[in-house]
């Protein structure tokens, strides 16, 4: 079975540029999650979706953060302009609907911001 | 936020030994979740925890669910070198939203052969 697919898996960038990641969920999970990860501040939760909708956006750090879902399998999160401080892995997962289901996670997208 | 205390956050251990790792919260949770996280990889669910008082095995792998729902331990008996990771405890508040996960920061785990 498919697992969260994210894309690029790699991104190099100078700063002020506008970077796209993109998610691609477990068919058939209605939640999908935006995670960062940084070793000084471990995994954050930025934002989540239930059916296409943001749920919850309060970990999302700045207006320069902004994240979509078009459709059931596909996801956008967008920095602009981006910032060296941006720079961590994000992480993309997703989870069935009902209570305390766990996520499962796809491989990440390694950011560096120049 | 709040956090979750794991420890330790470093082990460095000889195949074959057992490994003991833990996670504690003053807050009380619904659910509690042990995952891995290989180099360059995303975290891999390894055991999920939904009952005060669980213990639920997964091959050389063993988890429990703390009576207070306030803490889990995961056991690894017999390390073997493919061990080595990061294992992270997750979990969901009781009272919180039961879709947002609290992690703890992570146990690294180094086996020597």
């Known amino acids: 079975d498919a697992g969260v697919i994210q894309s690029p898996r790699h991104e190099v960038t100078e700063m002020g540029q506008e970077v796209t990641l993109r998610c691609k969920p477990i068919?058939?999970?209605?939640?999908l999650f935006w995670y960062r990860q940084t070793m000084m501040r471990g995994l954050e939760l930025l934002i989540y979706?239930?059916?296409?909708?943001?749920?919850?956006d309060s970990g999302m750090p700045e207006d320069r953060f902004s994240a979509k879902m078009p459709n059931a399998s596909f996801s956008t999160l967008k920095i602009q302009p981006s910032e060296p401080r941006d720079s961590a892995v994000y992480f993309c997962?997703?989870?069935?609907?009902?209570?305390?289901?766990?996520?499962?996670f796809g491989d990440g997208t390694r950011l560096s911001i120049l | 936020g709040q956090q979750l205390n794991q420890s330790p956050q470093s082990m460095f251990i000889q195949e074959g030994e057992d490994v003991s790792m833990n996670c504690t919260s003053s807050?009380?949770?619904?659910?509690w979740l042990w995952y891995k996280q290989d180099p360059g990889e995303g975290p891999v669910l390894l055991i999920a925890l939904y009952k005060a008082g669980e213990l639920t095995s997964n091959g050389r792998l063993t988890a429990q669910f703390g009576i207070t729902r306030k803490d889990s331990f995961l056991n690894i008996s017999a390390s073997i070198p493919s061990d080595v990771g990061i294992y992270f405890c997750?979990?969901?508040?009781?009272?919180?939203?039961?879709?947002?996960?609290?992690f703890g920061k992570g146990t690294l785990l180094t086996v020597n052969p």
């Open positions: 997962a997703s989870s069935l609907s009902g209570s305390n289901q766990p996520q499962h």
């Open positions: 068919s058939g999970h209605d939640y």
């Open positions: 807050s009380i949770f619904n659910t």
């Open positions: 979706f239930n059916n296409n909708v943001p749920i919850d």
């Open positions: 997750a979990g969901h508040l009781s009272g919180g939203s039961n879709y947002k996960l609290t």
